[in-house]
């Protein structure tokens, strides 16, 4: 099965920095991308979905990089809040694909 | 607001036993999946349904089976339980192309 791949992290960073995070897909026939956000011992939740020409929410912005296979998350102004783990999900549009999810990178915002 | 609802939300079943981990959702999606999550290896695929009736194999199906009867359901049973199978267990479902909507997860512990 297609693979997607993370930096697994952990990325500790102070409050107030700019985070990025990457992510890379072999499925060049993938349609649908989605950054979610997981807390410990909680389930998946999404963030944003991810668009071909870029989409922002708030302090949240998501790129598509159809050409290179690569997805990207930028946090900035982090917040304590933002510590979690961001998985990186992969789909295709046809009923028998199923979602592909990365294994996640951590983040640990600090004081 | 939408629904996946698992079952149990703590699990403690014997070496040998069958395991019934129920999931249900109220969307009306015709897509839904049981991953594991283990630390270090991310979300696994066990299986997934894509309609009523309907099942494929995961990336691990092993020692697991599935049943989907009715489009709310799709449960996941452990023919014979094993202590390799102590994990959280993640339910989701989607409509094709969107958003993928997780229960709250069930964490067994096989003793």
């Known amino acids: 099965r297609k693979e997607v791949e993370q930096d697994p992290g952990p990325f500790n960073v102070p409050e107030g920095a700019t985070v990025a995070f990457n992510c890379t897909y072999s499925?060049?026939?993938?349609?649908?991308f989605f950054w979610y956000r997981q807390d410990c011992r909680k389930e998946p939740k999404l963030l944003m979905s991810?668009?071909?020409s870029g989409n922002e929410d708030g302090r949240f912005t998501a790129q598509l990089n159809r050409a290179s296979q690569y997805i990207s998350l930028l946090i900035r102004d982090s917040k304590l809040s933002d510590s979690a783990t961001y998985l990186c999900?992969?789909?295709?549009?046809?009923?028998?694909?199923?979602?592909?999810f990365g294994k996640g990178t951590r983040l640990s915002v600090i004081a | 607001d939408v629904k996946v609802t698992q079952s149990s939300r703590y699990l403690v079943k014997r070496t040998g036993e069958k395991v019934f981990l129920e999931c249900v959702q109220d969307?009306?999606?015709?897509?839904m999946f049981w991953y594991r999550q283990d630390p270090g290896l991310g979300l696994r695929l066990i299986y997934f349904s894509y309609d009523v009736k309907m099942k494929e194999k995961g990336d691990i199906p092993e020692g697991y089976s599935v049943s989907r009867e009715k489009k709310e359901r799709f449960s996941l049973i452990l023919e014979s339980a094993s202590t390799n199978q102590t994990s959280m267990y993640l339910c989701a479902s989607l409509e094709q192309g969107a958003e993928a909507f997780f229960g709250q997860g069930t964490r067994l512990t096989v003793v």
């Open positions: 991810v668009y071909s």
């Open positions: 999900v992969v789909s295709g549009n046809s009923g028998n694909t199923p979602l592909v």
């Open positions: 969307m009306d999606h015709e897509n």
């Open positions: 499925n060049s026939a993938s349609q649908s």
